[in-house]
């Protein structure tokens, strides 16, 4: 075999390459095409618009205006930008460990023999299959401030920044929970019998068998919605909007998306760029605090 | 718990207990669908007036022709066919790009490619929310606002896609590229006649992701159409059913309507849908 590779190599070798370098350029082309045009480029435009206010006066011809490093810090150290990476802050603490508890009981209820499982596993995923669109509009029927349910529920009132943020937690969490039952239930799957079945024969109690033996297990797969869940997070949108009559408790992306036009495109560019930065910040410190304690076996 | 490894089925008292448990949390997880579905069959003024001394829990005053209605609506027709079009679109420009693109990192020599895998990895720092507000800026430039390229083209490639199906294409025995090779297989002809096939399941998820993230999509064509034409159906949903109070119930048989193709999909393919979520997240 080896002989045989190897004269192939030696005899088309450098052809071989040359034609396989076009190739390859056809069959990259398409993707990063699009990711230079609405990946790379835009990272290069929120730069660009963060130094300079674009002249968007088409009668009077003229440069774009350098506005200088000061408009990034001053956006940056702004109450419009603290006060929302607040409100995302705050999102992502009530939404994360919350709906991964939750996703996991489920996971641990759900991972059994018994006839008709299958029936309640679907259910428990099927927050998966809704999007944020649908959810937010299914929990209106709870949470609207005139004829919900929970109209007089007051520390879920949408009326108020506080409590709106909480309220508006209780959507996400019903959707993370399912997005962690569909992974978890994965993983508890993936752990073998016999591991189980050992720790049992130690004479573990359930408790401390889950603990001590199923977690380690399964702890790439909770990184992974660590990770997930908080960025999903910090980046809502469609929850805040679609929620509030009155936009009250407005995260990140609000300022960002800016649907009233209330910041100009330098201001939007500096906030962009804030989220871009918490969000690899964020993962790169979970990634540190819990890397260690992340079992990936072999 | 018996110490056979097969009596794992609970039974007698145990086994009640477990649906017990699994019954309320299923009551919990569904009580929102119920009272949304409680709300799209009461007529609105009804139900309204009955919420000051009844428990909004059932239905007032049963029309279920609401789902006709919707059904039968302009605006939410052309949504669901535009977000029907515009996933299609994504899903096939995806599924191309990524195999290709795949096919180049696995079976391809070629110069920078580190470089060229790299810069599909900082894509993941890239997301739409992130870049939202440049691209708004870039299709407004190109005036693409309101239109079916400005919604679509920005997707039409997936670093996600990549890695999943370069992994399925790394799982081929290099015994078969040895042989293709000495069949004299060109590229083109051994990736649809063997990398493809072989890698069926593990498109076929992808398939279902890519599906249900441009199904699902909000944040962009939230911004990049204010026509209400091309409104997609998420964002349709917003305002359906908003401009008459007596059609307050519109919206939400309007929003249970709209999630049905989804809850289809979960039934059908579970499997395949659960091995794309879980892709990354579990080994093995």
């Known amino acids: 075999m080896t002989t045989t590779k190897n004269r192939r190599d030696t005899v088309a070798s450098s052809r071989k390459r040359w034609n396989e370098s076009g190739l390859a350029l056809l069959f990259l082309g398409p993707t990063m095409a699009v990711f230079a045009l609405f990946s790379y480029y835009p990272l290069y435009r929120l730069v660009y618009f963060s130094l300079y206010r674009p002249n968007r006066n088409s009668f009077i011809e003229g440069a774009d205006e350098w506005i200088g490093f000061s408009n990034i810090w001053d956006n940056l150290a702004s109450e419009t930008f603290t006060a929302a990476l607040w409100v995302s802050a705050k999102f992502t603490l009530m939404t994360v460990p919350l709906g991964l508890t939750a996703g996991i009981c489920l996971a641990v209820a759900a991972d059994r023999h018994l006839r008709g499982i299958k029936i309640f596993q679907t259910i428990f995923s099927s927050t998966v299959a809704t999007s944020v669109a649908v959810a937010s509009v299914v929990f209106t029927t709870l949470l609207q401030p005139e004829n919900g349910l929970w109209r007089d529920v007051d520390w879920l009132s949408l009326n108020k920044s506080a409590s709106a943020i909480r309220a508006i937690s209780v959507v996400a969490v019903w959707q993370n929970a399912g997005l962690t039952f569909v992974i978890v239930l994965a993983a508890l799957q993936a752990v073998p019998q016999e591991i189980k079945e050992a720790a049992r024969l130690d004479g573990y109690g359930t408790v401390r068998n889950f603990f001590s033996v199923t977690v380690p297990m399964i702890s790439p797969a909770l990184m992974f919605l660590a990770v997930v869940l908080v960025v999903n997070a910090l980046q809502a949108y469609a929850q805040f909007e679609i929620l509030q009559p009155v936009k009250t408790a407005q995260p990140l992306l609000y300022k960002i998306a800016d649907p009233d036009g209330a910041s100009t495109i330098s201001t939007r560019a500096v906030f962009s760029l804030g989220l871009f930065g918490v969000t690899i910040l964020v993962s790169l410190l979970q990634f540190n605090l819990l890397e260690k304690r992340v079992h990936y076996g072999n | 718990m018996g110490t056979d490894r097969h009596s794992e089925q609970p039974r007698g008292i145990k086994a009640v207990g477990w649906y017990s448990v699994l019954i309320t949390l299923s009551a919990i997880i569904l009580f929102p669908i119920y009272t949304t579905i409680v709300r799209s069959i009461s007529s609105a003024i009804p139900y309204i007036n009955s919420l000051k001394d009844g428990s909004g829990l059932v239905p007032v005053a049963v029309d279920y022709g609401v789902f006709g209605r919707v059904l039968q609506n302009d605006r939410f ?26 096919y180049a990192f696995v079976f391809l020599e070629f110069p920078f490619k580190k470089l060229a895998f790299a810069v599909l990895v900082g894509t993941l720092l890239l997301p739409i929310e992130v ?61 649809f006649r063997v990398a493809v096939p072989i890698s069926k ?81 579990v080994k093995g």
């Open chain 2, 201 to 281: 399941p593990i498109i076929g998820s992808f398939v279902l992701i890519s599906f249900l993230g441009a199904w699902n999509q909000y944040l962009w064509p939230r911004f990049a159409a204010d026509k209400e034409s091309l409104q997609t159906i998420q964002v349709a949903l917003r305002n359906l059913g908003k401009s008459e109070i007596t059609d307050l119930n519109f919206g939400y048989a309007a929003a249970l309507l709209s999630a049905v193709p989804l809850l289809i999909i979960l039934i059908a393919f579970q499997r395949q849908l659960v091995r794309g979520l879980t892709a990354g997240a």
């Open chain 2, 131 to 191: 870049t939202i507000m440049a691209n708004i800026e870039t299709i407004r430039d190109i005036a693409w606002l309101n239109s079916i390229q400005g919604l679509t083209v920005p997707f039409l490639a997936s670093a996600f896609g990549i890695f999943l199906i370069r992994q399925a294409f790394l799982g081929i025995p290099s015994e078969l590229r040895d042989a293709a090779d000495l069949e004299g297989y060109s590229h083109l002809r051994f990736l």
């Open chain 2, 77 to 102: 027709v052309n949504a669901m066919l535009l977000s029907a079009a515009i996933s299609l679109i994504i899903v096939t420009g995806q599924v191309l790009t990524s195999t290709l693109a795949a």
